[in-house]
């Protein structure tokens, strides 16, 4: 049997929970039919996979793979917050620049 690495289960098990949402299409990359682009969609998904807040640290590690600034940060969340307007999801922030994905 083959063992699988744990980034490998992780996307795996992200894979399982996003499809059991109907407002999320991860085929297309839709949230209630909008459109995310490709770091819009890692953004959401990785929001969505950890359930609790989620630190830049962690959105450098699993998404960037480097260093990137509270600038770039905030602004890759506001791009985000702005597609997810009009859907049950909200992104709620921290003061020490954790994000979490609320679903209403």
Do not use: Q
């Not at 991860?26 to 890692?42: C, D």
């Not at 998404?63 to 702005?82: E, P, S």
Request: proline share 3%.
């Amino acid at each position: 049997m083959a063992v699988l690495c744990d980034r490998c289960k992780e996307e795996i098990k992200r894979a399982n929970n996003l499809d059991k949402d109907c407002y999320v299409d991860r085929f297309h990359r839709t949230v209630n039919g909008i459109k995310l682009g490709p770091k819009e969609w890692e953004f959401f998904s990785l929001l969505y996979l950890y359930k609790r807040p989620v630190t830049k640290e962690e959105f450098e590690d699993y998404i960037f793979g480097k260093d990137i600034t509270f600038h770039a940060l905030r602004n890759y969340i506001y791009k985000l917050r702005l597609k997810l307007a009009n859907t049950p999801f909200k992104i709620a922030n921290f003061h020490n620049y954790s994000y979490e994905l609320i679903h209403d």
